[in-house]
């Protein structure tokens, strides 16, 4: 638990030169997932009615804000953003570079190949056993890249480990959703190119589904680990010859089977046996750089007899390392091959040394996003006396089965809050846009962005009641963008002429909306026309009344102000 010295100069904020403090306290709203599409059919978030946020729109200061690629320190501007580099952005004030960055950047100047990557190969090399590499098999760039799990193997192969086996987690969210057997077929031919080879023994041995194999995140269901674990350690599961006949069968058998929903399998020999179970003295890495999704089986491999999320049955003896650290106060994982940014002085860690009480507010899905991710990567609070943190647990049900998610009973604790009046900012994650979004259901994600409007609805005069401020933004765009296109902008059909479901993010710019319940007199400047999210901390602090420090991406609010 960090618990700050409210002494410290450092980071105490003077008052704004420019803007009194509000009467009331300050509201950000995060519609996470939604962002501004082109308007169509295939646009859930302009099919949804939006009462709320249309008046908002009317009567408050509108702009855009940037929420991918280079905007929120990742690699190109090819690059969908995704929730946790966007909230890290709107925490942190500026701009870090990110996952995917950090590790192509440690791959091209060797320093990925020292420290904790000879601590897993050199054993192998001496005394034999197995390299193992579990993650997602995409070039998604949000949680994994294969050109990164490629350069894993083809340094593992030059360092003389004999026997690799990769274990894929499917992708189908952050890519097209029926594309695995393209990604399957490329990692194939890359361990056909030492396979090839009398001495080398490399393989794919087992895999499933992200949604339903290994990745689950916040605790939502330890069982999604759990079957990834027997999969990938015990070798039980479904069997197949290989994983190109596991994703063809699961096909056949429910044709309309996505692959982020794919059952988990594992890969036999020619007499039945499982290709590459994890024993004793082997090693394990899992590849992914995103941390939420990857916390949960690194603990799995990680914690010793006190684990109890599932019953892991025999323990082998193993070294485990991350592509990343993935929680870096719980320090998980021990291991890891890149080191993370180091974020510091996020505009909570101000806020909290300042005296400012904060309240953070999500459901489960989100809940990481508006604490750990916010904080720059730090678990626990800055403040315990200032700070409070409210996680309403999501539902255990595919989002678009149950579309409108926990967004009431989030609204519910807001509302409490600001009657209550014990918070000056109040930092809230409606997570439906996101998460229904993903399932590639247009009518499901309409349905969402409309039971978050309507919850907006609710929340609006219990703000104006305080003579609070509004703050609505997005992480990044989802919903916006429920089909793939073409180059030119038209739906991608598939063999029956149906336009295919879009299950990631969009590269589609967000709202920002300003609008003021104490009467305040509040412009937006006109000089950022490509600003991105790591502008709203600053604009947040000015708002609050307080300078924004210097190292911070400016204010977006205008000189009229």
């Given amino acids: 638990m960090i618990v700050t010295d409210r002494c410290d100069d450092g980071f105490l904020l003077g008052p704004s030169t420019r803007l009194d403090p509000p009467q009331g306290p300050l509201l950000l709203l995060i519609l996470d997932g939604v962002g501004v599409g082109l308007g169509d059919a295939y646009d859930a978030v302009a099919q949804a009615r939006t009462?709320?946020?249309?008046?908002?729109?009317?009567?408050?200061?509108?702009?855009?804000?940037?929420?991918?690629?280079?905007?929120?320190?990742?690699?190109?501007?090819?690059?969908?953003?995704?929730?946790?580099?966007?909230?890290?952005?709107?925490?942190?004030?500026?701009?870090?570079?990110?996952?995917?960055?950090?590790?192509?950047?440690?791959?091209?100047?060797?320093?990925?190949?020292?420290?904790?990557?000879?601590?897993?190969?050199?054993?192998?090399?001496?005394?034999?056993g197995t390299l193992h590499l579990i993650g997602l098999l995409s070039d998604g760039n949000v949680h994994s890249h294969e050109k990164q799990l490629f350069a894993l193997i083809r340094r593992a192969d030059e360092e003389g480990v004999a026997r690799l086996r990769v274990h894929v987690l499917l992708d189908g969210r952050d890519v097209p959703e029926t594309s695995a057997l393209v990604y399957i077929d490329r990692l194939e031919a890359v361990l056909a190119e030492f396979s090839e080879r009398n001495d080398r023994d490399y393989r794919i041995a087992s895999g499933g589904g992200r949604m339903v194999t290994t990745m689950d995140r916040y605790e939502a269901d330890w069982e999604i680990v759990a079957r990834g674990y027997r999969a990938h350690v015990h070798g039980q599961g479904r069997k197949f010859r290989s994983a190109r006949e596991a994703v063809e069968t699961f096909r056949r058998e429910d044709p309309g089977m996505v692959d982020q929903y794919l059952p988990p399998f594992v890969v036999v020999?020619?007499?039945?046996?499982?290709?590459?179970?994890?024993?004793?003295?082997?090693?394990?890495?899992?590849?992914?750089?995103?941390?939420?999704?990857?916390?949960?089986?690194?603990?799995?491999?990680?914690?010793?007899?006190?684990?109890?999320?599932?019953?892991?049955?025999?323990?082998?003896?193993?070294?485990?390392?991350?592509?990343?650290?993935?929680?870096?106060?719980?320090?998980?994982?021990?291991?890891?091959?890149?080191?993370?940014?180091?974020?510091?002085?996020?505009?909570?860690?101000y806020l909290a040394h300042s005296g400012v009480q904060q309240f953070a507010c999500a459901e489960t899905q989100k809940f990481g996003h508006v604490t750990y991710?916010?904080?720059?990567?730090?678990?626990?609070?800055?403040?315990?006396?200032?700070?409070?943190?409210?996680?309403?647990?999501?539902?255990?049900?595919?989002f678009d089965q149950r579309p409108?998610?926990?967004?009431?009973?989030?609204?519910?604790?807001?509302?409490?809050q600001l009657a209550a009046g014990r918070h000056r900012f109040l930092r809230v994650n409606f997570a439906a846009g996101d998460m229904v979004?993903?399932?590639g259901n247009l009518e499901a994600a309409i349905l969402a962005v409309q039971a978050v409007d309507l919850q907006i609805g609710r929340i609006i005069p219990a703000l104006r009641e305080v003579r609070g401020t509004l703050v609505v933004t997005a992480d990044?765009?989802?919903?916006?963008?429920?089909?793939?296109?073409?180059?030119?902008?038209?739906?991608?059909?598939?063999?029956?002429?149906r336009p295919r479901p879009r299950t990631s993010h969009s590269l589609n710019?967000?709202?920002?909306?300003?609008?003021?319940?104490?009467?305040?007199?509040?412009?937006?400047?006109?000089?950022?026309?490509?600003?991105?999210?790591?502008?709203?901390?600053?604009?947040?602090?000015e708002v609050l009344g307080f300078e924004p420090p210097a190292e911070y991406d400016a204010s977006l609010l205008g000189e009229g102000t």
Avoid at 287 to 311: H, P, Q, W, Y
Avoid at 404 to 414: G, H, I, L, N, R
Avoid at 476 to 497: I, T
Avoid at 529 to 540: F, K, N, R
Wanted: contains cysteine.
């Fill in 51 to 128: 009462p709320c946020l249309d008046a908002l729109r009317a009567t408050g200061l509108v702009r855009t804000l940037r929420a991918h690629g280079t905007w929120v320190g990742l690699p190109s501007d090819k690059d969908m953003g995704n929730s946790e580099v966007g909230h890290n952005a709107l925490g942190a004030g500026r701009v870090f570079d990110q996952g995917a960055k950090l590790v192509d950047r440690a791959i091209a100047s060797g320093a990925i190949w020292s420290g904790p990557w000879r601590e897993m190969v050199e054993p192998l090399r001496a005394g034999g």
């Fill in 269 to 349: 020999d020619d007499q039945g046996q499982p290709l590459g179970p994890v024993v004793d003295g082997d090693s394990v890495i899992f590849f992914n750089f995103r941390g939420d999704r990857a916390i949960e089986i690194s603990r799995a491999f990680d914690e010793g007899d006190a684990f109890d999320a599932f019953d892991r049955g025999r323990r082998p003896e193993v070294r485990y390392a991350g592509m990343m650290l993935y929680d870096g106060d719980l320090g998980i994982p021990r291991r890891y091959l890149v080191a993370p940014p180091e974020i510091t002085r996020t505009i909570s860690e």
């Fill in 373 to 398: 991710f916010w904080n720059g990567n730090r678990s626990g609070k800055f403040s315990d006396r200032d700070e409070e943190y409210l996680e309403i647990p999501s539902d255990q049900l595919p």
């Fill in 404 to 416: 409108w998610m926990k967004s009431a009973e989030t609204a519910d604790a807001v509302i409490e």
């Fill in 437 to 439: 979004g993903h399932t």
């Fill in 476 to 497: 990044h765009g989802n919903s916006d963008e429920m089909v793939e296109r073409d180059a030119e902008g038209r739906p991608r059909l598939d063999d029956q002429g």
């Fill in 509 to 541: 710019p967000v709202e920002f909306i300003i609008h003021d319940f104490s009467g305040r007199r509040l412009s937006l400047r006109e000089d950022l026309p490509e600003a991105g999210l790591s502008h709203v901390a600053a604009t947040l602090l």
